[in-house]
């Protein structure tokens, strides 16, 4: 059974920086594309980041240069390193897999909030 888990969501400041985490189990981050999409209030879900198997990352043009996707294989987990965070950051982030048996797993969500 898939099951991811996101933590490191919170409200932060203007500018501030904030460090998610999304911890896998019945899956290995390591042979799937794995990705972070996030869903502000009263709009669509929308991607953020996503990383390959080999390591390749690609970004939405909205977070290019403030954003860092990364995987860490002992942990088995993917995180996403945001700075310089603006209002236009808030929403509900999640992370997703795609597993050996081609289907889209998701974990819960963590809200992050950005606002003085």
């Known amino acids: 059974q898939v099951q991811l888990v996101e933590s490191g969501g919170g409200l932060v400041q203007p500018g501030g920086s904030l460090r998610l985490s999304c911890a896998a189990s019945g899956t290995i981050f390591s042979m799937n594309l794995s990705g972070w999409y996030r869903q502000a209030p009263g709009k669509q879900r929308e991607f953020v980041a996503s990383i390959t198997s080999g390591g390749n990352t690609n970004y939405a043009d909205s977070v290019k240069g403030r954003f860092t996707i990364s995987r860490d294989n002992a942990k088995n987990t993917v995180y996403l390193q945001m700075s310089s965070l603006k209002p236009e950051d808030t929403a509900v982030y999640y992370c997703?897999?795609?597993?050996?048996?081609?289907?889209?797993?998701w974990g819960q969500g963590t809200q992050v909030t950005v606002s003085s």
């Open positions: 997703n897999t795609r597993h050996k048996d081609n289907r889209l797993y």
